[in-house]
C-alpha cells in the first residue's frame, strides 16, 4: 500500500476532545485505521467487507463489555 495523505484521514465526531482517538480513512475497495497522535505508526488495513461486517458488530453491541 502507498502513502495514505494526511488531510484523507478524520475522526469521529463523537471524539471531541479525546486523546486517545482513532483516524479513519477510505480507499478503493479498503478502509485504514491508525491512532492520531501517531500518524507515522502502524495502521489497520480492511477490506470493504471486514469493515463493514466490524460496523455491523459494533452497532449490534458485540463489543460491548
Do not use: Q
Request: proline share 5%.
Amino acid at each position: 500500500m502507498h502513502a495514505i495523505p494526511d488531510n484523507t484521514w478524520y475522526k469521529s465526531s463523537h471524539s471531541a476532545g479525546a486523546n486517545n482517538c482513532v483516524e479513519v480513512t477510505h480507499g478503493p475497495g479498503w478502509t485504514a485505521v491508525r491512532h492520531s497522535k501517531h500518524h507515522t505508526g502502524p495502521m489497520l488495513v480492511f477490506t470493504d467487507g471486514e469493515w463493514e461486517a466490524f460496523l455491523a458488530g459494533a452497532k449490534a453491541g458485540e463489543f460491548d463489555k
